[in-house]
């Protein structure tokens, strides 16, 4: 079994920064891509950022310039360096981690998520 923790949310002023980490941990032969995603009240679930294995990143364009996706690969951690806070970055954030078991198994993760409030 695989288990993700997040860590990192809190409360913030708008303009503010804070910075989400996620752990893997258990079962893990290797990990493909891993992620954040958000999801605030009444909205669906979106994609705030991916970085693969070898370090390439994707990001939405509501958070390009002000967030920023690293990995640990040795501590099987990702961080979400989240800048230039706005009142609509508030979400539940969740990370989320393609990982494979053993050479045949590969699944997805997802953490239980951490909350982010930013007051304007």
């Known amino acids: 079994q695989v288990q993700l923790v997040e860590s990192g949310g809190g409360l913030v002023q708008a303009g503010g920064s804070l910075r989400l980490s996620c752990a893997a941990s258990?079962?893990?032969?290797?990990?493909?891509?891993m992620g954040w995603y958000r999801q605030a009240p009444g909205k669906q679930r979106e994609l705030v950022a991916i970085i693969t294995s070898g370090g390439n990143t994707n990001y939405a364009d509501s958070v390009k310039g002000r967030f920023t996706i690293s990995r640990d690969n040795a501590k099987n951690t990702i961080y979400l360096q989240m800048n230039s806070l706005k009142p609509e970055d508030t979400a539940v954030y969740c990370c989320?981690?393609?990982?494979?078991?053993?050479?045949?198994?590969?699944?997805?993760?997802w953490g239980q998520g951490t909350q982010v409030t930013v007051s304007s």
């Open positions: 258990g079962t893990i032969f290797s990990i493909n891509a």
């Open positions: 989320n981690a393609e990982v494979r078991t053993s050479l045949l198994r590969s699944n997805d993760y």
